[in-house]
């Protein structure tokens, strides 16, 4: 009898995680894009809006990681909605490896070097800055 009830009990709370992650990930796609908006197409605004994305979804993840850490009061679920739900959907990897890719196709390869030393430097950067900050305000909150 008790199988059953944690059987069930998982099940809800996965579909739970699912719901919370799905409404995340609409909330980080929808930031992706009016980030897209902002930076037009035609003047080489994808490439750097992917950047920026990359860049403050970095420093974003870092923080939370770092501040996430020392709250275990804090709910597994809200770690879900922030990490996997919004910042999955809003920063993109897999767009700036093609839009690198583009570049290099259209001969611009020192724009492309640009991106990708730049997106992975400002990234690593990005994301230490923030778990040093979510640390500070850890300690300071």
Do not use: C, H
């Amino acid at each position: 009898m008790v199988d059953i009830y944690i059987s069930k009990y998982q099940n809800r709370q996965t579909i739970m995680n699912i719901i919370i992650i799905a409404i995340g990930g609409a909330i980080g796609s929808l930031s992706r894009y009016g980030l897209n908006k902002l930076f037009l197409e035609d003047s080489g605004g994808n490439t750097f809006a992917t950047f920026i994305a990359n860049s403050t979804g970095s420093f974003i993840l870092g923080f939370l990681v770092a501040y996430i850490s020392t709250k275990p009061e804090w709910p597994p679920e809200i770690k879900l909605f922030l990490s996997i739900g919004i910042l999955a959907s809003y920063t993109t990897f897999s767009t700036f490896t093609v839009s690198s890719i583009y570049l290099i196709e259209n001969g611009e390869l020192i724009k492309a070097l640009i991106n990708i030393s730049g997106s992975i430097l400002v990234g690593l950067v990005a994301a230490y800055i923030g778990i040093i900050l979510g640390r500070t305000i850890t300690n300071i909150i």
